[in-house]
């Protein structure tokens, strides 16, 4: 699936988008294929992988060369289109079933983010109307979905920053930035535009273990923007809360239940627990289609669960004494009660409940 290309300015098909800490894209759409920046590769190798059809896209999805929620989920969009090109061009007269298995395969790729499940719904969702030629009617929609995202994301960020008191020290946890999002980022956003409104002294990075998405992805934005990040072991964020170096740990998320309850990066539970414990605030960053108020509670929400290798290795090379077994749950739920800002494009509910987000949602 893939041709490798390096480039040298991972933004320099973006030049507007230096304006506001924000240089880096993750999934492109490129006339006739989805290109998107291999999160595997960095930050060493800044490589691009060239997906042709739905499914690379499910490819790429499920062995995290693209991931963080809305990125995954506007990868699948444009697998959608991809296979609607592709099925159409094969038979204009059974197109629509046989996308199908397209479709079943992207939604295969991962199962906590319910982010690709929403975005393909919406494309699903103009299956039935088309006549003639599907590709542009889609591709539309994907570019719609793309193009709403980076708008919610600045929307997020200025609502944000607005909780964030001048002189703050900021942790983050996994990777929420340009490249989990079509871009700018969700926590990583609100964390762009506090720092650029002056309002953030000390940006820390958990290096989130096992995939080190903090180390690898989320120092490399913050570098390539000229935002200084300073890296912790995820074993030292109690500690660093203890020191008062911190007034807000901000997150993204994967799936957001009825009550508030929110799937995200394994660890982010724990930073809730300490961040309560030390009187700091928490606060979730998460467009409205992360959502999921199908899901009564976080108990219902499925949580992924990877190969032990990741545990086991690092960069490839085996860490753990051989003959030791690992347990890689790869997400986690922190309960509403412990979180004291939600943050989404339609808005900021503090202290989250049932209630609150049934209203935020119009459900
Ligand atoms: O396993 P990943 O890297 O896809 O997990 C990503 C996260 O947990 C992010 O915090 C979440 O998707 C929000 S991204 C804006």
Redesign the pocket.
């Known amino acids: 699936m893939s041709n490798h290309s390096h480039t040298a300015c991972p933004g320099q098909d973006n030049p507007a988008a230096y304006s506001s800490y924000d240089s880096v894209r993750a999934v492109e759409w490129r006339e006739d294929r989805v290109r998107l920046l291999d999160q595997r590769r960095l930050p060493q190798h800044t490589e691009y992988l060239s997906c042709r059809d739905a499914a690379a896209v499910a490819q790429a999805i499920s062995t ?1 060369a693209v ?4 990125a995954i989920g506007i990868a699948a969009a444009y697998g959608v289109v991809l296979a609607a090109q592709q099925r159409y061009a094969f038979s204009s007269a059974t197109w629509r079933t046989d996308i199908e298995a397209d479709i079943a395969a992207l939604a295969c790729s991962r199962p906590t ?1 319910v982010n690709l499940f929403w975005a393909l719904a919406r494309m699903q969702a103009h299956l039935a109307d088309i006549t003639g030629d599907p590709g542009p009617v889609l591709l539309a929609e994907a570019r719609r979905i793309h193009d709403e995202d980076i708008a919610a994301n600045r929307r997020m960020g200025e609502l944000g920053a607005a909780l964030i008191e001048a002189g703050s020290g900021v942790l983050t946890h ?3 930035g340009s490249l ?2 079509g871009g700018y ?2 926590a990583l956003g609100v964390i762009r535009a506090a720092w650029a409104a002056g309002k953030v002294n000390n940006v820390y990075a958990d290096e989130t273990r096992p ?1 080190l ?1 903090g180390a690898r992805l989320t120092a490399w934005e913050l570098v390539q923007d000229g935002i200084p990040v300073t890296l912790i072991a995820d074993g030292a964020a109690a500690w660093l809360m203890r020191q008062g170096e911190v007034r807000w740990v901000i ?4 799936r957001i239940a009825a009550n508030g309850d929110t799937a ?2 394994i660890g982010t539970y724990g930073l809730a627990l300490a961040a309560r414990h030390h009187g700091l605030k928490f606060m979730v960053v998460a467009p409205a289609s992360t959502f999921d108020t199908k899901l009564r509670s976080g108990a219902d929400i499925p949580i992924e669960t990877r190969t032990p290798q990741e545990v086991l290795t690092l960069a490839g090379q085996p860490v753990a004494a051989a003959g030791a077994s690992a347990w890689n749950p ?2 986690d739920v922190t309960p509403a009660e412990l979180i004291d800002a939600l943050v989404t494009e339609r808005g900021v509910v503090l202290a989250p409940d049932a209630r609150k987000i049934a209203a935020l949602m119009g459900v």
């Not at 997150?251 to 994967?254: F, Q, S």
């Open positions: 995290m991931r963080g929620a809305p983010a996994c990777n929420t989990a999002t980022g969700t995939w998405q997150v993204g998320a994967d995200n990066k790869v997400f």
